[in-house]
């Protein structure tokens, strides 16, 4: 069974720092791995997919790698600003047998600070 | 376009009561999916649907049910409600259920069950 870990739980950081969100996985034969942004109260929001042929993908000041073989991915954030400030959650669509739906992390709670 | 809409946004239920929760898109989405989120849990799959007439089990599907007659609508049915099944609700669907799309969720469901 697909187990997504990330790291870490929680991180506060001043604004305009850069910074990397980790996620980790158990079984490399994903379809893809994305990456959500979740407000409070507010569904999940796509920010980038990374298919599995794919090593990276960029939008704007997000840029998300793959590492299938080693089973990690890391989001990473440049000059962030408080308006970042959400929880990130990452999940894999794992091919093979089972439900056809994604597995997901439990999540990184960013704070952005002014 | 509205995206995913779904209703109600908060529940409260006695235990052994029943009651549907509704999702709708408007975005000719085949694929439409449930996730609950609890705290400390990733978001688990309850049950998914590649289209009109088609659903099946996700990770976590007893006690609820699920129909498809439409392809815009896919409501989830609490048959007799326990407290553990008090939790945040997720609609999501992507367009064709091709495993590199991404998924759009609704706003979520926050259901009590006493």
């Known amino acids: 069974k697909q187990e997504v870990t990330q790291i870490p739980a929680a991180l506060s950081v001043p604004e305009g720092e850069n910074l990397v969100l980790n996620c980790s996985f158990t079984?490399?034969?994903?379809?893809?791995l994305q990456w959500f942004r979740q407000d409070p109260g507010k569904g999940l929001t796509s920010l980038l997919l990374?298919?599995?042929?794919?090593r990276e993908q960029t939008s704007g000041r997000l840029n998300a790698s793959l590492d299938k073989s080693s089973g990690r991915s890391t989001l990473y954030i440049a000059a962030s600003q408080p308006g970042d400030s959400a929880t990130y959650l990452c999940?894999?669509?794992?091919?093979?047998?089972?439900?056809?739906?994604?597995?997901f992390g439990k999540g990184t709670h960013l704070i952005i600070q002014p | 376009n509205a995206g995913v809409t779904q209703t109600p946004k908060f529940q409260v239920l006695k235990t052994g009561q029943s009651m549907t929760l509704q999702c709708a898109q408007d975005?000719?989405?085949?694929?439409m999916s449930w996730y609950r989120q609890d705290p400390g849990m990733g978001l688990r799959l309850i049950h998914y649907?590649?289209?009109?007439?088609?659903?099946d089990q996700g990770e976590v599907p007893n006690g609820y049910n699920v129909s498809r007659s439409t392809t815009e609508d896919f409501p989830l049915r609490l048959l007799s409600a326990a407290p553990s099944q008090t939790s945040v609700y997720f609609c999501?669907?992507?367009?064709?259920?091709?495993?590199?799309?991404?998924?759009?969720f609704g706003s979520g469901t926050q259901l009590s069950v006493l």
């Open positions: 649907s590649v289209g009109a007439g088609i659903t």
């Open positions: 999501a669907s992507s367009y064709s259920g091709q495993r590199n799309e991404k998924l759009f």
């Open positions: 990374i298919q599995s042929s794919q």
């Open positions: 975005m000719n989405h085949e694929y």
């Open positions: 999940a894999t669509h794992i091919t093979g047998g089972g439900a056809d739906g994604l597995t």
């Open positions: 079984d490399s034969a994903i379809y893809n």
